[in-house]
């Protein structure tokens, strides 16, 4: 059965649309067929990450408004022929689609597509209950700042409110060097906060902001950056691998955690 999966998160500009460009790619890579479907009407950048903004011709707007087909409007990636993109269309206004019609979109999709990755605006925008209209799971992308976690938390009290139950977290742009230092709160800190399963940390990685301006996602490249690793494990572990998550707690973690193991060798 298709899986829906809504990328969202409390506060804007925390890496969802970075993240499902990415999973997206990194799934299709892995042999799956993928649809990612832009939900950020009005703010729309999938298209962009992707590097597919040339190509777009309809949008999910003139398919729910009879103007052309479904197949009509998504986009072949270049590089993929797994993955398409559903586009929004940026210049209508956002209540031109309402939750019923997404529901039927994204229903369609899942007749041919394995994964289909919704990009949605974050919680407490116009536009948010489109998003998740059509979706079975969500990922909850944050980063290790107080305001984001706590709007992430509202946002796991409106998933659940509209019956979406398997909700994972992501927490995206860690830098270890600050954790160590105690000057940025950790992924424990953060996930006893909202008490989610947890399903990455992202470090914070430059390249992000390379692979954004090119058009290009990450998990791409041939040698992955630590990002491009971090969104492949999410990759693998959505697919139901066990994979074990990078250590970015900074050296501290690692001696402790070195410590620990010795011990228990040890006693056993
Ligand atoms: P959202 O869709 O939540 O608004 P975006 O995916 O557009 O967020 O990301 C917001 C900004 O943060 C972008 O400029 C992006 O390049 C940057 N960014 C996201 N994730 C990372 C990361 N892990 N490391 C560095 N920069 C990142
Ligand atoms: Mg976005």
Redesign the pocket.
């Known amino acids: 059965m298709a899986r829906f999966i809504v ?1 969202t ?1 409390g ?11 990415n999973l997206g790619m990194a799934l299709a890579k892995r042999g799956r067929k993928v649809a990612v479907v832009d939900a ?1 009407f009005g ?1 729309r ?1 999938l298209d962009l ?1 992707l590097g597919l903004e040339n190509r777009i011709v309809y949008t999910a707007v003139e398919v729910l408004a009879g103007e052309c087909r479904l197949e009509q409007a998504l986009v072949k990636d270049k590089r993929q022929n797994n993955l398409v993109l559903l586009p929004a269309a940026q210049n209508r206004t956002k209540d031109a689609v309402t939750p019923e019609q997404m529901k039927k979109l994204v229903n369609a999709l899942a007749q041919v597509y394995e994964f289909v990755l919704i ?1 949605s ?2 919680g407490i925008e116009m536009g948010f209950q489109n998003a998740i209209a059509g979706a079975r799971e969500a990922l909850i ?1 944050t ?1 290790p700042e107080i305001s984001a976690v706590r709007d992430a938390d509202r946002v796991v009290g409106l998933l659940e409110a509209h019956n979406i139950k398997r909700i994972n977290l992501i927490v ?3 830098r270890p060097a600050m954790v160590k230092a105690n000057d940025m709160m950790s992924v424990e800190d953060v996930q006893e906060i909202l008490a989610i399963p947890i399903l990455g940390i ?8 390379v ?2 301006n090119r058009g290009e996602p990450l998990v791409l490249s041939e040698t992955l950056s630590p ?1 491009g690793v ?1 969104y492949d494990n999410i990759a693998r572990r959505l697919l139901g691998e066990t994979v074990e998550f990078m250590d970015l707690n900074g050296n501290n973690g690692n001696i402790l955690s070195r410590i620990r193991k010795l011990l228990s060798t040890k006693i056993v």
């Open positions: 990328i998160s506060k804007g500009g925390v890496g969802k649309t970075t993240c499902t460009a950020d703010l950048n990450l990009d605006p974050a992308v980063t995206n742009r860690i992202i470090p914070d990685d430059e390249r992000v902001i692979s954004t990002a971090a």
